[in-house]
């Protein structure tokens, strides 16, 4: 299975993103992470959806996508092709040993403390999907109390836009 | 004026003529509006028929159907309808009141979130929430209902909506971004389909239902006139398509005609156009155009490579298509293969034998021969609507409506009715089992009310003979498919004033259906046929 990233600029109406969804339950597909907001133009919002399956289905995904009146455009984005980003907030355990241990990770991974207490903090990282993974990961052993991610918004590289 | 009178002024300017509905109060400044206009309102008995009827309406007029249901449980007595309109890519404008703005997701009485219940069945939909957006919405949704791949549209109207004052404008063009058909065919495409085509030696057309969507018939005979191809069809692809036409085979499927599936196991190339070849038409077969180079024509790109992958799709109106294609297509030496054809047809023809009771393959062929060459008929769904497919003989105008995809038993009868209105002065037969009566019987009212005059073709077995006979097959045994304690059907349509006859064996046919013929009203004919009479 492949992950496929889904750009899809639809009206910005509500009832646009239930059509979309549940067309994923009812045709037995798969959402790895998805992200709407709004675009520079206030009437139509932005959709990232992240699946995984094989090509023959993600064809199908675009098809009956494409088939809703509200949606107006649909990119397939290539991982090579696109930047994408993800942001998390991790809420982790702290005490007297382990608060410069995490500061430093922190540092590393270019993330930001947002909220910091005697027992706990809350860290941004900001990153593609492997970066936000990995930094977790090397959180785990402080004690993660709660996580938090964006899922991925993705823009396409170069000039060209749509 | 009052957005209600802006509603039904639309429907007025697209040329509506009848809507089939049923009344509630969050409808009630619409009815108020259609007292006073000129389109005719059908009060059916449920609104499942409304939606029915509609779609009946909307196949044999080839326009749009209109129906009307209040909030609520109006709304979602009306989603059969649609959603069987939707699974046929019926044209169809669905229209239902909503409880007040105000009260909506306060679960009040009589509300229903009707667009989301109808979300997988619907075209596309509207919550309307400024009355303003009423003349472009109602714009909006007549031409997505019939542009592209026909389908149902639902407009749902808050009460509070239909009584705001608006100004009525009906006038620009419709744009929407995100809607817009392809209608020509990719021109590579289509040079490559000829190349393949011409390069055949045991091409195959396989017809569906969107033939008959496109209005396409008279392309495709031009066609086929000119290349000498044979053509198969789905169930939905009967309807307009002579029986008799020398180069039609017949009917293809689980439910087909062995000769025609072995056409299609054996074709070299297979040309489909306006079918989704679902799982009924392929009979899930493997062998489904196995040897074949597939050449795909739909209209809706969502279905190449959806069921079947083709090797060339061409997406867009298959009228346009079959028009490049007949331009650029030369005559194909096809004798060899439709000898071939010709004699497996032979070797596997069927006749059912006529010695018990009423023998189906006998009454449709006898009906065949008596009605009118424009004749319409329903058939519903069960061993009824296999039998009709298979023995009713279609010439040039008649039509032949019955529930395809979905397979909604209790459609003939409501669909009839739409048909009846739409053509007063043309002959109307439902056909059906004991069982799909049962499920559309109120809709007699409807009948009753409007004097309508149609023919129906009942074929009692006792038993919901399509189940009864894939549970004896499965699990050698049934279990609720009875039906006998069953009224006495020609009583109960004389209850409403129709006039019924039951027969019992073939030789009372003929003047059964002559009476029914002749008779100035609504006419059953009950068909008693034996529990043991095959579906195939």
Redesign the interface.
């Known amino acids: 299975m492949n992950k496929y990233i889904l750009s899809i600029l639809v009206e910005n109406h509500s009832g646009v993103l239930s059509k979309m969804a549940g067309l994923f339950t009812r045709r037995g597909y798969n959402i790895d992470s998805l992200t709407v907001s709004i675009t520079d133009d206030p009437s139509i919002s932005r959709t990232t959806i992240v699946v995984s399956g094989d090509e023959q289905i993600t064809e199908q995904i675009v098809k009956q996508l494409n088939k809703l009146i509200d949606v107006i455009k649909i990119l397939e984005l290539s991982p090579q092709k696109a930047v994408s980003r993800e942001l998390a907030l991790i809420k982790v355990t702290l005490d007297q040993n382990t608060r410069s241990f995490i500061i430093e990770t922190v540092n590393v991974f270019k993330g930001n403390i947002v909220e910091m207490n005697a027992k706990s903090m809350i860290i941004e990282v900001t990153g593609d999907e492997d970066k936000v993974t990995a930094f977790i990961e090397l959180m785990k052993p402080y004690g993660i109390k709660e996580v938090v991610r964006t899922g991925l918004a993705v823009l396409q590289k170069g000039t060209e836009m749509y | 004026m009052k957005a209600a009178d802006a509603i039904i002024k639309c429907l007025e300017k697209e040329n509506v003529k009848i809507v089939f509905g049923y009344p509630g109060v969050p409808v009630g400044p619409l009815y108020e509006a259609l007292r006073k206009s000129d389109i005719e309102h059908i009060l059916v008995r449920h609104e499942q028929a409304a939606g029915h009827s509609a779609s009946g309406y909307a196949r044999a007029t080839r326009s749009i159907g209109v129906c009307i249901a209040t909030s609520g449980p109006g709304a979602i007595n009306l989603i059969t309808g649609i959603a069987t309109a939707y699974a046929d890519s019926i044209p169809m404008i669905a229209i239902t009141g909503q409880v007040r703005t105000d009260l909506i997701g306060k679960d009040v009485f009589q509300e229903a979130d009707i ?2 219940a109808t ?2 069945f619907t ?2 939909s509207y ?1 309307v929430k400024d009355a303003k957006d009423i003349p472009r919405i109602m714009k909006e949704a007549f031409y ?1 209902a019939k542009t592209g791949r026909p389908g149902p549209v639902l407009i749902d109207i808050p009460l509070d909506i239909q009584n705001t004052e608006v100004e009525f404008e009906y006038t620009g063009e419709v744009n ?4 817009k058909p392809t209608i020509n065919g990719h021109k590579g495409q289509i040079k490559k389909a000829i190349e393949k085509i011409k390069g055949s030696k045991r091409p195959l057309i396989c017809v569906g239902g969107g033939v008959m969507s496109a209005n396409a018939e008279k392309e495709l005979f031009e066609f086929i006139e000119k290349s000498k191809i044979p053509m198969v069809h789905t169930l939905m692809g009967k309807d307009g398509i002579p029986s008799k036409y020398k180069y039609n085979i017949g009917l293809i499927g689980s439910h087909g005609y062995k000769y025609a599936n072995k056409a299609i196991a054996e074709a070299d190339v297979l040309m489909l156009v306006g079918t989704r070849v679902a799982d009924r038409a392929t009979g899930g077969s493997k062998s489904f155009g196995k040897v074949a180079d597939i050449i795909h024509i739909d209209v ?3 279905e ?3 069921n079947l992958s083709a090797h060339i799709p061409v997406v867009g109106d298959c009228k346009k298509i079959l028009r490049d294609l007949t331009d650029k297509i030369t005559e194909i030496d096809t004798k060899e293969w439709l000898s071939e054809i010709a004699a497996w047809r032979k070797e596997y023809a069927k006749t059912r034998p006529t010695n018990l009771k009423v023998n189906p393959q006998y009454a449709l062929e006898l009906l065949s021969e008596m009605i009118e060459e424009d004749a319409i008929v329903t058939a519903d769904v069960g061993q009824n609507q296999i039998w009709t497919s298979h023995y009713l003989d279609m010439t040039h105008d008649r039509r032949f409506l019955t529930s395809g995809g979905l397979g909604t038993m209790g459609y003939s009868i409501p669909a009839s009715v739409g048909c009846k209105l739409a053509f007063p002065d043309r002959r109307v037969v439902a056909v059906m089992g004991d069982g799909s009566f049962q499920m559309s019987m109120p809709e007699l009212g409807t009948i009753r009310q409007n004097n309508l005059k149609i023919i129906f073709l009942l074929f009692n077995n006792s038993k919901l003979g399509m189940v009864n006979e894939y549970q004896t097959n499965v699990y050698k045994n049934t279990y609720g498919v009875e039906l006998n304690e069953n009224p006495d059907f020609v009583k109960l349509v004389e209850a409403y004033g129709f006039s019924g006859k039951t027969v019992n064996d073939n030789s009372q046919l003929k003047g059964a259906l002559d009476e029914a013929m002749k008779s100035n009203k609504t006419f059953l004919i009950e068909c008693i046929v034996s529990a043991d009479e095959s579906t195939l």
């Open positions: 667009i989301g979300d997988s075209k596309h919550l997505i929407i971004r995100g809607y809706d790109p969502a190449i490579g959806k």
